[in-house]
């Protein structure tokens, strides 16, 4: 038999730039730093009130200038009463029970569990929303975003409605492509399952799916709890050796040429100027593995996708968006250790909000 499921589809709706995803603070604050020449001492902040803050991520440096863009930006508002209902058949994950191992390090922003390299093509998605059918994606990472306020941490919001944090646990890249670093700045060569993540014990305004058939079953990701209380205990202090000293030493003019802002590099212009050398190679090795189902939701049903983009510079809009309706739930210890990362300035990773209220269309 075969099942045909009913997903919700945002197309041609206004949504908004929201609160979200933020952490205070990171690196020395801006040290008045409002552009930079070298990508390998450029520095974004979460912090609206510094001229490295959101609103001006796109001057911030020229790969940067997709942030300016209001074309598929995201996080957005998901509105569902513009949204549209379209029948998909079920995603599909292949080897979707295999732990694979993974590496976790804290990149000053949030603490990432990366796939390893050797184990990145172990776990695939396809029948992806949008997408051709055969088209096959690779598992890459899982990292978890936090709110300074308990109940406002997810970058996304249904509704205006957010929850203490979200998951970006799915990170997929097109197989096609070698890594997916090498992947993130091609068109539509992304795929980022989001979930919605509340707090064991604690209650929270918002606990239904706003869908027709009934509220959510909210699952207690016990595994997924327990990676979080040991693994984030580990990389809780940042590297001060991570800093390069350029940053202190090579600091450019405070007047930014950049005008840019809301084009996207060309290729070249990327592969040549915007490859990033590796920054904080203090890693552990996640010897229990790591797979989607410590984070899936009971209900995988029930989405909302549209084409987006990245939600942190160079914000490459290259992302098919997947945004579960239903959350899961992990334990207040699992939520205190996350809150206890230190950024790179050594503050722990607090919540402040992405972008100005901007009001647009986003279009498939």
């Given amino acids: 038999m075969i099942c045909v499921f009913v997903f919700a589809t945002v197309a041609s709706v206004f949504v908004y730039f929201v609160d979200g995803d933020g952490y205070l603070q990171i690196r020395p604050p801006s040290a008045d730093q409002c552009c930079y020449e070298d990508i390998n001492i450029a520095h974004f902040s979460y912090e609206r009130n510094l001229c490295e803050g959101p609103d001006v991520w796109c001057r911030v440096h020229p790969c940067w200038t997709t942030c ?16 549209f209902y379209k029948r998909y058949s079920r995603l599909e994950f292949d080897n979707i029970d ?9 990149n000053g922003h949030c603490p990432d569990f990366n796939v390893d390299e050797e184990f990145d093509d172990e776990i695939t998605l396809c029948n992806v929303p949008e997408k051709p059918k055969e088209m096959e994606y690779n598992f890459a990472q899982l990292h978890i975003h936090i709110g300074r306020d308990e109940n406002k941490g997810s970058e996304h919001c249904i509704d205006n409605k957010f929850n203490p944090m979200a998951d970006h646990m799915m990170v997929f890249y ?29 209650s929270h305004e918002k606990n239904e ?61 990327i592969q040549q100027k915007c490859e990033k050398e590796q920054q904080n190679d203090r890693t552990f090795r996640v010897t229990e593995g790591i797979t989607p189902l410590d984070v899936l939701p009971y209900d995988r049903d029930r989405f909302y ?60």
């Fill in 68 to 83: 300016g863009s209001q074309r598929r930006q995201s996080p957005i508002n998901i509105n569902t009463t513009e949204t």
């Fill in 305 to 364: 996708t549209y084409a987006g983009s990245l939600t942190t510079p160079p914000c490459y809009e290259t992302v098919q968006w997947v945004v579960y309706k239903c959350p899961i739930k992990v334990s207040s210890q699992a939520f205190r250790m996350l809150q206890l990362v230190q950024d790179s300035n050594h503050y722990p990773l607090t919540h402040l909000g992405v972008r100005r209220p901007i009001q647009y269309r986003v279009k498939l």
């Fill in 98 to 106: 295999t732990r694979v191992l993974a590496n976790i390090k804290n």
């Fill in 174 to 202: 097109d197989s096609d492509y070698d890594s997916v670093g090498e992947a993130k700045p091609q068109k539509n060569r992304l795929v980022v399952l989001s979930v919605m993540i509340e707090v064991y014990g604690k």
């Fill in 209 to 269: 799916c706003g869908v027709i058939d009934g509220t959510c079953k909210v699952r207690f990701a016990k595994k997924l709890s327990k990676l979080m209380e040991k693994y984030y205990e580990k990389v809780r202090p940042y590297p001060t050796e991570s800093i390069p000293a350029a940053f202190f030493d090579n600091l450019s003019s405070n007047s930014c040429p950049n005008n840019n802002c809301g084009q996207t590099p060309s290729p070249d212009f």
